[in-house]
């Protein structure tokens, strides 16, 4: 079985500060892991994901994320907030040999100006 | 990036009856999902829609309540059945792009917003 975890429910930032977003998987084989963005009242959109190669990954929006192996973990992060980049954020992951995604709890970001 | 579009966007509904939310996609898609996301959670995966098959239903979640149809490669409907107040959700469908890998994003419409009185 695949699971996700973030441990936070909401992260709080001064804008222009560095943002972390956790999140830490478990998968069976070989993880392919995702993180989206969800605004009010809107659909999931897609940051970034790590499938292989370098283990930082560089998405949407100046958002990137370090795939760490030996941590099973998925940190987003973003060096300098914005306050539109308050929003809801979902990590995901699914093991190499399925279609399915599992998402994890979301963590909810708010950028103060 | 496949665009996707979600039929209705909010509706209000009453307690027994039956909704069908439709799901267009600009291209041809292999894979089609439909997600429930109830008040404040996650993301829980209610099928997988194929086309020419019958759909995919995960743990928990029954033909009889969220009949899905798939008919081609651009539509997928999901209709959901006497309805109670605990069908009161955000229904979203995805699509993956087929490029013949196993690593494939997912693409998500902008959701339907359903709340059952």
């Known amino acids: 079985a695949q699971s996700v975890a973030q441990p936070e429910d909401q992260v709080n930032v001064a804008e222009g500060n560095p943002l972390t977003v956790k999140c830490t998987y478990s998968?069976?084989?070989?993880?392919?892991l995702f993180w989206y963005v969800q605004y009010p009242n809107r659909g999931l959109q897609f940051l970034l994901k790590?499938?292989?190669?370098?283990?930082l990954v560089k998405g949407s929006y100046g958002f990137e994320a370090e795939f760490n192996k030996s941590q099973t973990s998925f940190h987003l992060k973003k060096p300098s907030a914005l306050v539109s980049d308050s929003a809801l954020y979902f990590c995901?992951?699914?093991?190499?040999?399925?279609?399915?995604?599992?998402f994890g709890a979301g963590t909810t970001v708010t950028v103060r100006a | 990036s496949a665009v996707i579009s979600q039929k209705p966007s909010r509706d209000i509904c009453q307690r027994g009856t039956s909704l069908t939310i439709q799901c267009q996609v600009d291209s041809q898609v292999t894979m089609m999902f439909w997600y429930r996301q109830q008040p404040g959670q996650s993301l829980t995966l209610i099928a997988t829609a194929n086309q020419g098959s019958e759909a995919t239903y995960e743990s928990g979640f029954v033909i009889d309540k969220f009949p899905i149809s798939r008919p081609n490669l651009t539509f997928s409907t999901l209709t959901v059945s006497n309805m109670s107040p605990e069908d009161s959700s955000i229904y979203l469908c995805s699509v993956e792009e087929s490029t013949g890998g196993y690593y494939n994003e997912q693409f998500f419409g902008p959701g339907t917003r359903l709340t059952v009185l």
């Open positions: 790590y499938i292989t190669g370098d283990n």
């Open positions: 995901a992951v699914r093991d190499m040999r399925d279609y399915k995604l599992s």
């Open positions: 998968v069976s084989g070989n993880p392919y």
